[in-house]
């Protein structure tokens, strides 16, 4: 406990608080914490408006300065003592290390002085409404040699323009595609139906016959190629052309009511790139429709992909079922004649996968430095051997047990031990030229090991005290 008298020194951030001090180079009166307050101004005081000043009250132990004032000195004086508090709630914080977590931060207000330091700082503008500046203005042309994550994709004449859309569900034609950036979005877009034949956004041109500069700044272009072209019907019915000749809109009275043939539904992009950040290859497919005045406003969907040169990704056609309007999966089955030996390194390979690993993490934050913290993973390897078989990996069985560490308040999960178990069975040899279907699966279990929570109490308090030998006497 610390006393001191005429001064108030910062002996920390609790002793610099004060919540009374509301007059800023003035003494607020009754304000003893108020550091322009003088022994002048005690005079006047009839008591301590806050008479104790805490810290952050979530803290079990948190400093407190309790402030007084003594008359019987002339002039009078200030007194404040410095103590420690302790917090009876079981829902309190022991230690932080991270201070600033508990207080707000007051954001930078931006002006005159620091625009510019904040400007270097973001990632810049987000996009605005459409308006008359054309396109080219808006955004500034990256002088890097290749592309990078994020950057606009750059044209012979401003950017490769993706549909999307802003603040409403509206399409703007003023967002530019940026590299490496997957998208699919939808977007309605109000039409005219009389004038569909002069709506760009309509026409599969506006989308085919952009060229993409290689790199930015490169005199490189790559043309944008129409891979396929399918038409949906009235009633929904889907027909792929055979040839990829550019359609333009086309108005059509039907009776009472006017239809607009080749209007773009769908668009979809798929770029190649290099590992040098430069665009090789863009195909592009369309999904053309016919458009009546029942389904003004228009609405079309845009997806734009990225793909690796050199690689081969595979599509899926949902996960784990299949998506509607997505094609169904399906492939062919190759059939050769392979050594057991053979066939069983390449079924022990399938199942290991690449790189299988060695250790694992007990935690999700576990720092790789801290080797001796991880869990090595135990590998068994079970067998059933026959006379004239082959033995074949049939199954790999990881087992993950884990158990909840920590307070009962917030366990967290920890991992203790991981097993790996191969399980191989035999099968009888083959002969020449007949067929087999093997079938191998990988299971993962993950078994909860904790154990019991115990309530903890101290012991009862034990009476040891002896009677005097004659106590109960003359009765016993």
């Known amino acids: 406990m610390i006393t001191a008298h005429c001064s108030l020194d910062l002996l920390g951030s609790v002793a610099a608080?004060?919540?009374?001090?509301?007059?800023?180079?003035?003494?607020?009166v009754n304000c003893c914490c108020d550091p322009d307050c003088s022994s002048v101004d005690f005079s006047v005081f009839s008591a301590c408006s806050v008479p104790?000043?805490?810290?952050?009250?979530?803290?079990?132990s948190q400093k407190a300065v309790i402030y007084s004032l003594n008359f019987t000195a002339n002039p009078p004086q200030r007194v404040f003592k410095l103590v420690d508090q302790i917090n009876p709630s079981i829902f309190c914080i022991h230690i932080t290390n991270y201070k600033p977590a508990l207080s707000f931060i007051n954001p930078e207000v931006p002006d005159e002085n620091n625009f510019d330091t904040l400007m270097k700082t973001s990632d810049g503008f987000t996009l605005n409404a459409e308006s008359d500046i054309s396109f080219t203005t808006k955004l500034d042309i990256p002088t890097t040699a290749k592309y990078k994550y994020g950057v606009p994709l750059q044209t012979s004449d401003s950017f490769l323009r993706f549909p999307s859309s802003l603040t409403s569900s509206l399409c703007t034609d003023n967002n530019p595609a940026a590299f490496l950036v997957n998208q699919a979005v939808r977007c309605t877009r109000k039409i005219n139906l009389e004038q569909c034949e002069e709506i760009e956004a309509l026409s599969m041109d506006f989308y085919s016959s952009p060229e993409i500069l290689r790199a930015p700044d490169s005199r490189t272009k790559v043309p944008i190629t129409?891979?396929?072209v399918i038409i949906q019907s009235l009633n929904k019915t889907l027909t792929r052309r055979e040839d990829t000749d550019v359609l333009q809109p086309a108005l059509v009275n039907a009776g009472h009511f006017h239809l607009c043939m080749n209007v773009v539904l769908e668009v979809k992009y798929s770029l190649t790139y290099t590992d040098r950040g430069e665009v090789t290859k863009a195909d592009l497919s369309f999904l053309l429709g016919t458009v009546s005045s029942v389904v003004v406003p228009l609405q079309q969907k845009f997806e734009i992909y990225f793909l690796q040169e050199n690689t081969k990704p595979v599509p899926l056609s949902g996960n784990p079922g299949y998506v509607v309007g997505l094609p169904l999966?399906?492939?062919f089955q190759l059939t050769g004649a392979l050594p057991c030996r053979l066939v069983a390194q390449k079924v022990k390979n399938l199942l290991w996968g690449q790189g299988f690993p060695d250790y694992v993490a007990p935690f999700g934050n576990s720092q790789a430095?801290?080797?001796l913290d991880w869990v090595p993973i135990h590998f068994i390897t079970q067998s059933f051997n026959r006379k004239d078989s082959c033995q074949l990996p049939g199954a790999l069985v990881i087992e993950v047990k884990w158990t909840k560490y920590g307070s009962l308040l917030n366990p967290q999960a920890k991992i203790v031990n991981v097993t790996a178990n191969l399980i191989s069975s035999s099968f009888p040899e083959a002969n020449s030229g007949n067929e087999r279907t093997i079938l191998i699966s990988t299971a993962v279990t993950f078994v909860d090991v904790s154990a019991p929570a115990e309530a903890?109490?101290?012991a009862p308090p034990a009476i040891n005290a002896r009677l005097p030998f004659n106590f109960f006497f003359p009765f016993v």
């Open 329 to 331: 999966a399906a492939g």
């Open 456 to 458: 903890g109490f101290r």
């Open 52 to 60: 104790v000043v805490t810290g952050d009250s979530q803290f079990c």
């Open 17 to 28: 608080l004060c919540v009374c001090d509301l007059s800023p180079a003035e003494c607020d």
């Open 369 to 371: 430095q801290d080797v």
């Open 226 to 228: 129409v891979q396929s």
